[in-house]
């Protein structure tokens, strides 16, 4: 098949699947396209790489560590404009925006400290920048949450997402190498990146709206009685089935084991004598964390690594850990916002590993930028997120099981890849897991345990929460 047969093929494959998914009478706020967009550009390429694709503009590759700190301006002006919109939304519904926060002191103390950090970085101003982005991930999970229908709104940026850039990225492995493919000086050979930049960020991308269609397959599954049940069905199920592919084409090990390893705990948390017996999901969350830890870091014979294709140094991950760890700043404070990865530290990381630009591991991320203090502070929200997540799985299972999922990939994903660093998939779709939502953001309507809620915020119960209510605003865009 001829490229251009293909590219039209898979646009009307496309637009196919959003026909299949379309449910008019769910009602989402015009808005959710700022998150969208948000979504789009982290989970594939910076708008100044794809206009230098379309030959538009000419982006210079960078060859030099000093090349970091200047950024692009395009891509800045995107994400301010998008970061300016997103708060004009959330002061257009500051009253459920201030019971939000309110309800999430650890994350608002964990970004504090991030903005205090920018103190010590040795590159203040290219930190407070990045410091900004990081608040615009939290502003776009904050524009979901408090939506019209928090459930359907994210539903919904899932499916938007996932059916424009899984199709696209397999359209341009197949069909437009120049776009889906990079040469590998390490391996001697192609990479497949799809719509990303590196195959790691297509694992991510895969990973992240993977579990969000089998979330949507799952819930259509169960809902029998809803229109157009086939339609969302065939569409979500397309999806899941490209992203294993997707990921095996891109071998990315890690994203795979944790795609199959949320889908698993979706469908165990599908069944009601699950979800009834809180100490059987306990179980299985600390089977599969402790299982992951030991190939990781106990398994010296190396066997469950090699299962998945690795050897014992994963990849060579053990060397990178080892040489951040020795050029890390403070222990106790870090290197500041995102600062590590700037300077005269990554010019001595690229004279012995070239190219390296994370440390392929989140939690040694956390300590190299923020010190323990900035770890611990982390734990305090993988603590806290879980009772969270917890809650909704009672209170709500169709929308806890996603959450529950995000929680656990989030975790063992950043065991061999840094999946906490500002604006990445797997950082955002964290935050939303562990955002606890006061119940009474569903102002009237029922929500779906059918719970009537009133308007008045005066009323809120601080101890209830209830994590996607569906219901009106008195003041939505």
């Known amino acids: 098949m001829s490229p251009t047969i293909a590219t039209i093929v898979f646009a009307m494959g496309i637009v196919g699947l959003f026909a299949l998914d379309r449910e008019r ?12 967009l948000w979504l789009l550009i982290n989970g594939s390429r910076p708008v100044s790489a794809w206009l230098a694709a379309g ?3 000419e982006v210079p ?3 030099s560590p000093d090349q970091y700190l200047d950024g692009s301006p395009i891509d800045r002006a995107v994400f301010a404009c998008l970061l300016v919109a997103g708060l004009m939304v959330l002061v257009s519904r500051r009253r459920q925006v201030g019971a939000l926060l309110r309800r999430n002191g650890p994350i608002l103390l964990f970004f504090s400290y991030c903005a205090l950090s920018i103190l010590w970085s040795a590159y203040s101003f290219v930190a407070f920048k990045r410091w900004t982005k990081a608040v615009g991930d939290l502003v776009m999970v904050v524009i979901v949450l408090t939506d019209l229908e928090p459930e359907a709104a994210l539903k919904r940026l899932l499916a938007r997402a996932g059916f424009l850039l899984v199709p696209l990225s397999v359209l341009f492995i197949k ?4 776009l889906g493919r990079v040469y590998n000086s390490w391996t001697w050979g192609y990479m497949y990146t799809g719509v990303t930049t590196g195959k790691n960020l297509l694992g991510m991308l895969c990973l992240v709206v993977g579990l969000g269609s089998t979330w949507c397959f799952l819930s259509a599954y169960r809902d029998r009685e809803g229109t157009g049940r086939n339609g969302r069905l065939i569409a979500h199920a397309v999806v899941v089935l490209m992203v294993p592919w997707l990921l095996w084409v891109a071998d990315s090990m890690t994203s795979l084991a944790c795609f199959l390893l949320g ?3 979706m469908v165990a948390t599908s069944l009601r004598a699950l979800t009834r017996k809180p100490a059987v999901v306990h179980f299985l969350v600390a089977a599969a964390v402790t299982v992951c830890l030991f190939a990781v870091f106990f398994d010296t014979a190396g066997g469950l690594v090699a299962s998945l294709g690795r050897d014992m140094t994963l990849t060579g991950r053990t060397a990178i850990w080892s040489l951040v760890i020795s050029l890390r700043g403070s222990s ?4 500041g916002f995102e600062s590590f990865w700037l300077g005269d530290r990554l010019r001595e990381v690229w004279t012995i590993m070239p190219g390296i630009q994370e440390a392929h591991n989140g939690y040694i991320e956390v300590y190299l930028n923020l010190g323990w203090i900035g770890v611990t502070l982390l734990g ?3 603590v806290t997120g879980y009772r969270n997540v917890m809650a909704a ?3 709500d299972p169709g929308a806890g099981r996603i959450r529950l999922a995000y929680f656990v990939v989030a975790v063992i994903y950043s065991l061999t890849e840094a999946g906490f660093r500002m604006m990445s998939l797997t950082w955002i779709f964290f935050l939303l897991a562990i955002t606890a939502v006061p119940e009474a953001l569903a102002s009237e309507n029922l929500s779906p345990l059918g719970v009537h809620h009133t308007e008045n915020f005066a009323e809120y119960e601080p101890q209830v929460d209830h994590v996607f209510c569906s219901g009106s605003h008195e003041e939505a865009i």
């Open 61 to 63: 590759s960078i060859d």
């Open 55 to 57: 030959g538009f503009v």
């Open 263 to 265: 889908s698993g705990l």
């Open 332 to 335: 106790w404070v870090g290197t």
């Open 380 to 382: 305090v929200l993988m």
């Open 25 to 36: 009478k769910v009602r989402t706020s015009k808005a959710l396209w700022i998150p969208v």
């Open 393 to 395: 799985l009672r209170h």
């Open 175 to 178: 069909y437009y190498p120049d």
